[in-house]
């Protein structure tokens, strides 16, 4: 995978983070969700380095980027300190303004940092998520369903870490089978990697990152609802999720100045399952 990508480990203030990148051209920062790694992009990135300079990091908390200790605020893992993160990794880079990218949990990393620093995001895409705050506050049945993990991660005293970490590898399977709009769309050495990286202390890291979600995101999202994104926002989604019974687009425009979009014929998983639509509607909205 990434072949042709270099791959570093840059040290920002608070933390490590991994990366690869490569290509030439206008930086592009491409941001992972749930529970994978940079991985997930490895049939996308090849295709965007051919016009611009891609970053593919792994979020604190996964991959083998570090893992900080977190607080009983769970600060360290709110967004607001996770998109501080990706902002240093591209200054180190050489790069003060960027297009960005993000896919589940990379997404709202991706929104914050575009209500945090406005002047550094000229482009902002957003796979298969809607606002954090919007969820929380429109749960229903469907939603609770299948968004289980919202609520099963943020219970606190280890309970989701000592669960999962009963049978990592089979929770690992069952999420990304079920979320895939047909099981086995993961590739197998991206499966091998997510599963290299499920460990004792990743799945601590990331059940913090969940607990960030529903406590100290929404009181910063609470702060910032009448603050909208400013920059020319793309929002993908999948046509089988349960995004697809809303109005995606509408729900956006709430949060956003300026939005389009439209669903993929794939699952949750866009840039594995649906690679090609995935790269040629980033190209469009990128170039």
Partial sequence: ?????????????????????????????????????????????????ERFTVVCPDLRGYGDSAKPRSDPEHLAYSKRVMAQDQVEVMQSLGFEEFAVVGHDRGGRVAHRMALDHAEKVTKLALLDIVPTRWVFANVDKEIATAAFNWFFLIQEDELPERLIGAEPSFYLQWILDHWSGTKGRVAKEAMTEYQRCFDVQAIH????????????DLVHDEADQD????????????????????????IWRESAEYVQGAALDCGHFLPEEDPNGTTAELIRFLS
């Fill in 205 to 216: 890291a990331i059940s913090e990152e969940y607990r960030a979600s529903g406590t100290i």
């Fill in 227 to 250: 603050h909208k994104i400013s920059c020319p926002t793309l929002v993908l989604w999948s046509a089988s999720s349960m995004w697809a019974t809303y109005d995606v687009l509408e």
């Fill in 1 to 49: 995978m990434f072949d042709g990508f270099t791959h570093q480990q840059i040290k920002t203030k608070e933390t490590t983070i991994n990366l690869v990148q490569g290509g030439h051209g206008y930086p592009i920062l491409l941001l992972h969700g749930y529970p994978e790694t940079h991985a997930c992009w490895h049939r996308v990135a090849p295709v965007l380095a």
